[in-house]
């Protein structure tokens, strides 16, 4: 049995260097603002002046109001219509009206249609988008005219120029009235168009702060004014301050806080499950999340912080539940969310809300991993984040604004977070990696090669599910993967499928299989069912974590009893390999719960005594007999773990095989 200790695989020490290498060059080089701040507390640090110009932001509040108010403000957009005033004047022209008036009246419409004539619904109108000669600008209204001021007009001029006629008469008989029309045509679409443009541009900036002038004092208040300042400041020295010292000092800093990320990585795995090295894909796949979400947090909050809302970091912690346990998924998933708390806007809320999701998560996925039922554990991790939210908004005071696109946000990353896990199947191709889901899927006994099973080698499938059930209760006792105990239970055996009468438990009641056989003929059938699983997992394309337990279920050790009864008939000693497995001891603590379940099922069967003496002393022989042999030497599982699995396979067999009540017979 091994003694936990680093890593001797030099590819895991070669993967932190990579690792390494990436975040320094990835790790942000701007400048960093150094203050932290709340409206309604002093100013703790001396007196802060500026350093360059900056704008002052206007905030999310005053942003809205702002739209809102552009929002009721609508400019109706007309287009200037040149047929439509040609085709007035040339009306004018054929009036029966004498020279003169004719003559005015036709000046008079040319100059009332190059300034424009509205309809008179335009009445109440003030400003005016007008377009012409592909040209549009704001004109009051004041400036052209309605049809009826246009008629108005027109009448004005002529009686100016003729006096002594009753011209308003001699203009209704003629219908000089009926000629005046809008040449000003309204535009429905581009009025809708240039309104919603115009609500949504609005000015993110009030006034300029200049380079020299005091943003605050120490010891002074800071304000809502003040909060503003600082915040634009803020913005404004992250986004545009370069580095100005030394390169070494800029390239010496990032590498020690990558060293120092890698270096929690590597201690968070090994103290929760140094096993993981052992397992280079494995280790390689929790290096893979852990850089890709790091990447993703620096990428989406250099191109805007507001998008950190909507990235579903619970995703991390699914991805690694999907390949490791618990105590190990949390903190490498805490990890994750450093480089997110030290670099980015607003990290301290942003770490705080993704740990309280990605926690939720941890704890409800289980229940609700399958079909649609993901949408429920997305919804209740989208509820913690609300409140979570929630909690720094209240202590942002009243004037807090609760911004309700970063709740869709944090909304849609939720389901994000649903719509990016079936990525794990493909993760488990590339990484060759076996996930808890397909786990699930092998430990179905519907499936095609566990119904064969069944319908082939009855008696070694009982077989099978007895062992399952008794390394399950040993797997939970000890904190072993349980899901992959159950699938090695289900399969180790399965090469008893191409010659079942071979073994006892599928032998017919008259028929005996091994009585015409030598002993050393009869152990080289037995021990061939382990190539057989092989050779079947291999055709059925079972993962190679299953293929391990077919490999290892009798490690090295002989057929005890064939091998037995050749000595006993005097058989050569040194010629013994027919009667030895070719197999492997097993090396993790699933491998050896499975051995040792399926030597105490297999030997249970024939025990005459059922008293608890009995159960104990005859559990302590088989694991003694597999520590003599050496086939737990190298095993990682403990002392401890031993005695804690012992106590259990006691207490497992103790109830299968108890005693029953003699019903006695009714007298009649």
């Not at 739209?67 to 047929?83: F, N, Q, T, V």
């Not at 005091?214 to 809502?224: K, Y």
């Not at 939720?414 to 990484?431: D, K, N, T």
Request: proline share 4%; aromatic share 12%; with cysteine.
């Amino acid at each position: 049995m091994k003694n936990k200790q680093l890593p001797g695989d030099l590819r895991v020490y070669i993967t932190l260097a990579v690792l390494l290498a990436v975040l320094v060059c990835i790790l942000p080089r701007g400048g960093k603002f150094d203050y932290d701040y709340r409206k309604g507390a002093p100013w703790t640090y001396e007196t802060l002046v500026a350093q360059f110009d900056f704008p002052v932001l206007k905030t999310p509040e005053q942003l809205a109001q702002e739209r809102e108010a552009a929002g009721s403000r609508i400019l109706p957009y007309y287009r200037y219509s040149e047929a439509a005033g040609e085709g007035s004047i040339a009306s004018a022209e054929s009036l029966p009206l004498e020279g003169d008036l004719k003559l005015r009246v036709v000046t008079s419409l040319s100059e009332i249609y190059n300034r424009g004539v509205l309809s008179d619904d335009a009445q109440g109108e003030s400003v005016i988008f007008l377009q012409r000669d592909k040209r549009a600008t704001r004109v009051p209204a004041s400036e052209v005219f309605t049809v009826t001021t246009a008629r108005e007009r027109l009448l004005a001029d002529a009686r100016r120029d003729n006096p002594l006629l009753r011209v308003d008469s001699l203009f209704q008989a003629v219908g000089v009235y009926d000629i005046v029309v809008p040449n000003l045509l309204f535009d429905k679409e581009t009025t809708a168009l240039v309104h919603a443009e115009s609500a949504d541009y609005i000015s993110p900036t009030q006034g300029f702060v200049g380079a020299g002038a005091v943003i605050v004092s120490e010891g002074e208040l800071v304000t809502a004014e003040v909060c503003q300042m600082l915040d634009s400041y803020k913005t404004e020295y992250e986004a545009s301050l370069g580095y100005d010292g030394p390169r070494f000092f800029l390239w010496a800093g990032n590498a020690i806080i990558a060293l120092l990320l890698v270096l929690i990585l590597f201690l968070s795995v090994l103290y929760t499950n140094p096993l993981v090295f052992d397992d280079f894909n494995r280790y390689l796949y929790l290096v893979f999340i852990f850089l890709l979400f790091t990447i993703a947090a620096l990428l989406l909050g250099k191109i805007n912080p507001d998008l950190l809302y909507i990235m579903p970091f619970s995703l991390a912690a699914l991805y690694l539940m999907a390949f490791f346990k618990t105590r190990v998924v949390l903190p490498v998933y805490i990890v994750t969310l450093l480089p997110l708390l030290i670099f980015s806007r607003g990290g301290v809320e942003l770490f705080v809300l993704y740990l309280t999701s990605g926690v939720v998560t941890i704890l409800v996925f289980p229940y609700f991993s399958r079909g649609w039922r993901q949408f429920v554990a997305a919804i209740i991790a989208f509820s913690s984040l609300l409140v979570a939210y929630s909690g720094f908004r209240l202590l942002g005071g009243m004037d807090a604004v609760f911004d309700f696109h970063k709740v869709l946000y944090l909304f849609i990353g939720s389901l994000l977070s649903v719509a990016g896990y079936p990525l794990i199947y493909l993760f488990e191709r590339v990484f060759m990696l076996v996930s808890n889901s397909r786990l699930q899927e092998l430990c179905d006994t519907n499936n095609k090669l566990l119904r064969e099973l069944a319908q082939k080698a009855p008696g070694t499938f009982q077989h099978s599910l007895q062992v399952m059930n008794m390394a399950d209760a040993a797997a939970r006792s000890i904190d072993a993967n349980v899901l992959l105990v159950r699938a090695g239970a289900l399969y180790h055996d399965i090469g008893k499928m191409n010659n079942p009468q071979c073994f006892i438990e599928n032998e017919a009641l008259d028929a005996h299989y091994h009585d015409a056989l030598t002993p050393q003929e009869s152990a080289r059938e037995i021990v061939r069912h382990v190539p057989d699983g092989l050779a079947l997992a291999e055709r059925y394309k079972l993962p190679q974590v299953i293929k391990d337990f077919i490999l290892t279920h009798h490690g090295t050790s002989a057929t005890a009893y064939f091998l037995n009864k050749y000595l006993n008939e005097g058989g050569d000693p040194s010629r013994t390999s027919d009667f030895i497995y070719d197999g492997r001891k097993p090396w993790t603590k699933e491998q050896t719960i499975l051995m040792l379940s399926d030597s105490l099922e297999a030997a249970s069967r024939t025990l005459k005594d059922t008293s608890p003496e009995a159960f104990s002393a005859f559990v302590d022989r088989i694991v003694a007999g597999k520590k003599s042999e050496g086939q737990l030497d190298e095993a990682d599982i403990s002392l401890r773990d031993l005695n804690t699995l012992k106590a259990v396979f006691t207490s497992y067999l103790g109830q299968m095989y108890h005693e029953r009540v003699v019903y006695p017979k009714r007298k009649r």
